[in-house]
Every structure is written in C-alpha cells, then in structure tokens.
C-alpha cells in the first residue's frame, strides 16, 4: 500500500499509477548502534570515575541510533510509478523525483572487496544530472530497483538512441556502438562486429540469476549457436528494444 502522503505528492506531480516500492535498510545506522554499544561496553568500566556519564551518553547514541534506523527502514523509500519515480525521506517527506522520459540510471562505482561478487552503487540521473544514488545493499533489492528503473526507462532511450543515429549516423548506448546497420563494442573485453541485417532472433533468456535475472541473446544467421553479448544488466532492456527497433524484430 502507498501512504496517503505519498500517494497525494504522486498525484500532484502527475506519477499516474503506483507500481512498487523499495524501501531502504536502515542498515547504516544500525551499524552505527552496534558500534556505539560496543564502544559504550568498553568504555565504561566499573571503576572509571566517568562510567555514569560514559553509559548515559552511550545509551542515548545507540537509541538515537536504532530509532533514525527504524525510521529509514520503516518510511524512506523509493517509489516507482507508471510515469516516474518518488524518493521520500525518514520522515515521509519528498526528496526526489522524475519522469521516466528524463532519468536513466548507470553504475556509478564496483567494490570488488569480496571476489566474484563484486557490489554495486547506482545512480538514478535527471535530466543528465544525478538525482540520488544507493548501494545494492543500502536499499532491499537494490539491485532490481535499478533493474526495473532501467526497464522503465528504455523506451525513452531507445527513442532518443534512433533519433541520434537518423541525425548523426552512429550512437553510444551502454558499452555498444549503433549505426543504422551495424553493433560494435566499445568498452567491452570481447570484440563485438555484427551486422543487423543478419540478426534472426533477439531473446532476453531467464539465467535464475538474483542480481543478473536475465541474459540478452542474439540469433545470427547461418551462425549455428546464439551470442550472449556481456553488456551490464541495466543495459540490456534498452539495447534488446534498440537492436529490435532496427532489425525489424520483436523481443522474444
């Protein structure tokens, strides 16, 4: 259910209909608490004449602590509408928002702290500018926010990837290069040439993946295997509808 607040500030801003919501984790400021309890612990020895003080001041950060963590985890939180997007506050106030027409989002930084599993930051951009940007751990299921954010915003990508490639021939969408008849990699490892015009089949292939749910598939012809291209999830939507748009095809 969307708050009454919320749903209001949505109709003011003209979101249209409600879709999900994610909320944040408030797991910051818990570490915080723990932090504070254990430094509390440890600083107020029995004997030390300032333990009063010690554990008075420790007891209030750790409740500061825990009740700002309950608070984000109970009402700050990102919500998704049929035509934009609503970031409220601990407090239930309205921080950011968009239209879809005017947002994209990208990765904004990787932690490779714990190999094979690296961790991602994202940004939401309005209007070419950053908007807000979370952690996938700082939002529950940050990752699939920015997946369906992505989604959402395809169309307009697509729509604006045409426009640029009928006025100056080529476009940047994602690590891909387009031009009316070919793709080519730019900032990829493997070295991607395929013409459109043999492009059979575009398929967005489930992979029961947590953090990447699907995989972007291309059938070429006369190539007897499909070719996965290893593009960032949060690309992939928009370039299965761009590389559909130009071949002719549906996404499958």
């Known amino acids: 259910m969307v708050p ?26 818990f570490t915080f608490a723990g932090m504070f309890l254990v430094e509390t612990v440890a600083l107020g020895l029995p004997h030390s004449p300032i333990r009063a003080a010690v554990l008075l001041a420790g007891a209030v950060l750790v409740l500061v602590a825990t009740v700002a963590g309950l608070c984000t985890r109970l009402r700050k939180a990102v919500y998704l509408f049929e035509d934009g997007f609503l970031l409220v506050g601990m407090w ?19 932690n490779q702290r714990y190999p094979g599993r690296p961790a991602f930051a994202y940004a ?35 729509a604006a990837a045409l426009l640029a490639i009928t006025r100056q ?3 940047l969408l994602g690590p891909l290069r387009f031009t009316g008849d070919r793709i080519q990699s730019v900032e990829l490892r493997s070295n991607i040439d395929l013409p459109i015009a043999e492009i059979t089949r575009i398929r967005l292939q489930p992979t029961g993946k947590r953090h990447e749910p699907f995989e972007l598939q291309l059938s070429i012809r006369d190539v007897p295997t499909d070719v996965a ?24």
């Open 92 to 110: 239930g106030q309205r921080k950011r928002a968009g239209l879809w027409e005017a947002a994209s989002v990208r990765i904004k930084r990787v």
């Open 169 to 171: 021939g080529a476009v």
């Open 4 to 29: 009454e607040r919320v749903a209001r500030q949505a109709a003011e801003l003209g979101l249209e209909v409600y879709r999900r919501s994610y909320p944040y984790s408030g797991l910051a400021w």
């Open 229 to 252: 291209l290893g593009i960032p999830a949060i690309d992939r939507v928009a370039i299965a509808q761009l590389i559909a748009s130009l071949a002719d095809l549906r996404v499958s």
């Open 124 to 158: 939401v951009d309005v209007d070419g500018r950053e908007c807000f940007g979370f952690g996938e751990r700082q939002i529950v299921r940050g990752t699939r926010l920015a997946l369906d954010v992505a989604e959402m915003t395809a169309p307009w990508r697509v």
